[in-house]
């Protein structure tokens, strides 16, 4: 090892130069959206310890915004109890709806939510990742979808034991499925690569009419998300160069600045509807 | 001696946590990604082999990296950044400067020089950082924004840095 290095330093710079720097890119390329946080995983568990300690000192600064967003999602869950028992006869359930099985059902129901708190949260890289601290001994899985009070945060990409991180809606490799809240009719969901607040609705067919202001809620087709989670409303129309569709710009509900409390979706029956995909 | 080599090293891994848990917490806007670690690089002393300072810059990208779940990304920025920092002193910098003084600091070279020293350095970094990030060209007026103003924003942090940091006998800045 000391021979390789008296060689390089009395050889040239510049042969290090380049070994080092292709060997950076090499690690850059390599990291692919799902295999990207293969290596991070190793310093998943020391980071995440770390990036708590330092995050539980900034939610200091941020409890009384805190305690009001709980306090309305409280007061919600609250509301949404009292409806769900009127209806109750009726055998719909706020959650997942779209699928009604027998009343046993509030047993174990379609979906469920483990709350998590966000330790590590980046908007401005091109590539956004979420770190919340909530693991493989909370039942976290690859997959599973991350909602917030006010709409879609992500889909987890990595589990440790201690700690998880989420693919941010902000990442290109991130496609939502959408669905017009008046019309139904289903569109994909991207970011528009620029600025945390904006996405992009893709794959809208022309004869739609689309307005300022109309809602983009998920479908639940991907068993990822459940259906009817709030993703955002229309901000403008673009201007596309395919004549079949149209593309619109949307403002995400979520404001991904400000994250801190999310749940976790876990959905109950993902390995049984998996299955039937397959054939 | 021993004391300036002790101080270097107590540099690295306070630069390291200062840059983890402080400045990548500061983010203005979305141009705005101020880097203060390279700082470390800057300082090195003049005797340093360039084979150490790029191991150095290579090391201290990498840590950076891991933390921030870029492989790669800072230690690209951070070598490129090394391997300029070379000419950049031969050509700024005088013989005898470089025989008598101990490192490329604020105290040692006095404040314009130490500016445009770490004004084009931190464009090196920045310039390598936000290409690789984009990896592509399409994004160039984007890319060439992001690199004016963390560029201006790192610079601005590092002569904070160094003015806090001055020695008491030295705070008269006309060498």
Redesign the interface.
């Given at each position: 090892m000391f021979n390789i290095l008296k060689f390089l330093k009395r050889y040239n710079p510049i042969l290090l130069f380049v070994i080092l720097e292709v060997l950076s890119i090499v690690m850059i390329v390599n990291s692919q959206p799902y295999h990207k946080r293969k290596m991070v995983n190793v310093s998943n568990e020391m980071s995440g310890k770390l990036f708590e300690l330092t995050s539980q000192c900034n939610a200091y600064f941020h409890l009384k915004e805190e305690n009001d967003r709980l306090s309305a999602t409280n007061a919600m869950l609250m509301n949404m109890l009292g409806a769900a028992d009127v209806v109750n006869d009726s055998v719909t359930t706020v959650w997942g709806n779209g699928i009604q099985l027998s009343d046993s059902l509030s047993r174990n129901s379609f979906y469920c939510f483990i709350p998590a708190h966000v330790i590590d949260n980046d908007i401005y890289n091109i590539h956004n990742y979420i770190l919340l601290d909530k693991g493989s001994k909370d039942g976290i899985e690859i997959d599973m979808g991350v909602i917030s009070d006010n709409g879609i945060v992500g889909t987890v990409s990595n589990v440790s034991r201690n700690y998880s991180s989420v693919i941010s809606v902000l990442n290109p490799y991130t496609v939502v499925s959408a669905m017009f809240k008046d019309n139904k009719h289903l569109a994909n969901v991207k970011w528009d690569n620029m600025d945390y607040r904006f996405g992009v609705v893709e794959d809208i067919p022309s004869h739609l009419v689309i307005n300022k202001g109309d809602t983009l809620l998920t479908s639940g087709f991907s068993g990822s998300y459940p259906p009817d989670i709030m993703i955002g409303e229309v901000e403008d129309i673009l201007p596309s160069d395919n004549e079949d569709f149209t593309r619109a710009r949307i403002r995400f509900s979520t404001n991904f600045s400000t994250l801190r409390n999310v749940y976790i979706v876990k959905n109950n029956f993902k390995q049984e509807l998996d299955s039937l995909k397959i054939y | 001696m021993y004391n300036k080599f002790f101080a270097d090293i107590m540099r690295f891994m306070a630069l390291i946590l200062f840059q983890?848990?402080i400045v990548d917490?500061i983010?203005l806007?979305?141009y705005i990604?101020p880097v203060v670690y390279i700082l470390f690089i800057l300082l090195m002393p003049y005797n340093a082999?360039?084979?150490q300072v790029?191991?150095a810059a290579?090391g201290m990208?990498m840590i950076i990296d891991?933390?921030?779940?870029?492989?790669?990304?800072n230690?690209?920025a951070a070598?490129?950044t090394s391997?300029v920092r070379?000419f950049v002193i031969v050509i700024m910098t005088r013989k005898s400067d470089l025989e008598e003084k101990y490192n490329p600091s604020l105290v040692e070279m006095g404040f314009t020089w130490f500016f445009t020293y770490s004004s084009i350095l931190l464009c090196v970094y920045n310039l390598v950082y936000f290409m690789?990030?984009?990896?592509s060209f399409k994004l160039l007026n984007?890319i060439l924004l992001q690199t004016l103003f963390s560029t201006l924003s790192s610079v601005a942090l590092i002569l904070l840095i160094m003015l806090l940091f001055i020695p008491k006998s030295n705070l008269t800045l006309n060498k």
């Open positions: - | 983890l848990f917490n983010r806007g979305y990604h082999q360039r084979w790029m191991l290579f990208g891991l933390f921030s779940g870029t492989p790669g990304l230690a690209a070598v490129a391997y070379h690789l990030e984009a990896f984007i």
